[in-house]
């Protein structure tokens, strides 16, 4: 390790090298990497991937953190590559509706510089003041507006992504009618990095609306809001978004009901067609009180729906818990007893289950512990 971290400071610089109690905004999951870098292009991301190739180091590659928590962690310690020093919008064409921007850029501060030449990225993915751009790509992280506007593979147009043998790909192009050939950039959204990591992106833009408006209606059931969505869907209307909370998410936004969240965008007349026409749709089925919500609504959805479910980690460890005292109380051995993990496994043919020895062969299961095969016929 010390010699891989004197070829990390000398390629990068001891600024950009954290080892130590530095490394606490890192750790996830009670885990600490070895080692937390910061390259300031694509060269140098090559280069760190190379380093811990050879050293034999896991890499775990960090935008904002956003879903750092998402998966399966490291079984050892590895160095995370931190993206944040490549920030910059390399290239914007207003008259191609075309922006490359590096990996390490917020999504916040894309928009801003877009917003600023009439122009925006049509995504809304959550935690836009952290979320990075290489992040929302591996992670396909997308909000409310995807009903109309579809999410990151619809708009991404070309990538840079350094492979884990520290090659440099390049795929797609800079124009948004690009079909020669596969579309190579696709392949990489949602990967969460596990086939490279994303240092530069191209994507297609759309011009600022005149207008955009955010509409809740209160419902008294929650299936009532369901029964709109379908009534929304079916009729002539375009929204641009459509989102359903409960009576306490409600309650968090002001509503005090269960809601029906709608957003329309366009020219302001035809804006205000679409919300008379909402009103008059949802009035049989029970809609109420169309409130005009507040621009910043849709980013607090996010924190919304974190705080109902509980994260991936989370319902995994329950999900174990939940295993093993079941297997304990029908007498079967639970994960911590069991000769090796993952040793039950269904029989077809006798639909019940067989567990295996230690070294890996089929073991005659006692009665006691063969339940049938649960949930499925086989044949």
Request: hydrophobic residues 45%; proline residues 8%; charged residues 20%.
């Amino acid at each position: 390790m010390p010699p891989l971290l004197e070829k990390l400071r000398a390629a990068l610089g001891p600024a950009n090298v954290l080892t130590g109690v530095d490394l606490s905004p890192f750790v996830v999951e009670g885990r600490t990497p070895a080692v937390a870098v910061f390259p300031g292009s694509g060269d140098e991301v090559a280069t760190v991937v190379q380093q811990a190739v050879a050293a034999g180091l896991p890499i775990m590659p960090w935008g904002g953190g956003t879903a750092a928590t998402v998966g399966a962690t490291s079984a050892r310690a590895g160095l995370v590559l931190a993206l944040k020093r490549l920030d910059r919008l390399v290239e914007h064409e207003p008259g191609d509706l075309t922006a490359t921007v590096e990996a390490g850029m917020t999504f916040d501060a894309l928009q801003s510089a877009l917003r600023a030449r009439g122009q925006w990225l049509s995504l809304d993915p959550p935690d836009g003041d952290r979320a990075t751009v290489g992040g929302i790509i591996a992670a396909d992280a997308s909000g409310p507006r995807r009903h109309l506007y579809g999410t990151v593979r619809d708009l991404l147009i070309g990538l840079t992504v350094v492979t884990a043998d520290g090659a440099i790909v390049r795929g797609g192009g800079k124009v948004v009618k690009n079909v020669a050939g596969y579309d190579l950039p696709k392949l990489f959204v949602g990967a969460y990095g596990t086939l490279g990591i994303v240092v530069e992106a191209t994507f297609k833009l759309r011009p600022l609306a005149e207008e955009e408006r955010l509409l809740a209606v209160t419902f008294d059931r929650l299936k009532d809001c369901g029964a709109a969505v379908r009534a929304l869907l079916a009729s002539d209307l375009l929204p641009n978004a459509v989102e359903i909370v409960d009576a306490a998410a409600g309650a968090s936004l002001g509503l005090g009901a269960p809601a029906l969240l709608v957003g329309f965008d366009g020219l302001r007349e035809q804006v205000d067609a679409e919300v008379r026409e909402l009103a008059m749709l949802v009035a049989p089925l029970g809609g109420r009180d169309v409130t005009v919500l507040a621009p910043p609504t849709w980013p607090r959805l996010a924190a919304l729906a974190r705080a109902a479910v509980a994260s991936p980690a989370a319902v995994m460890r329950a999900r174990r818990r939940r295993g093993s005292a079941a297997s304990a109380a029908r007498g079967r051995p639970t994960p911590a007893s069991a000769p090796s993990p993952g040793c039950w496994r269904p029989i077809a043919k006798r639909r019940r289950w067989r567990p295996c020895s230690p070294s890996g062969a089929r073991a005659r299961a006692p009665a006691a512990v063969t339940p049938r095969w649960p949930g499925r016929r086989w044949r």
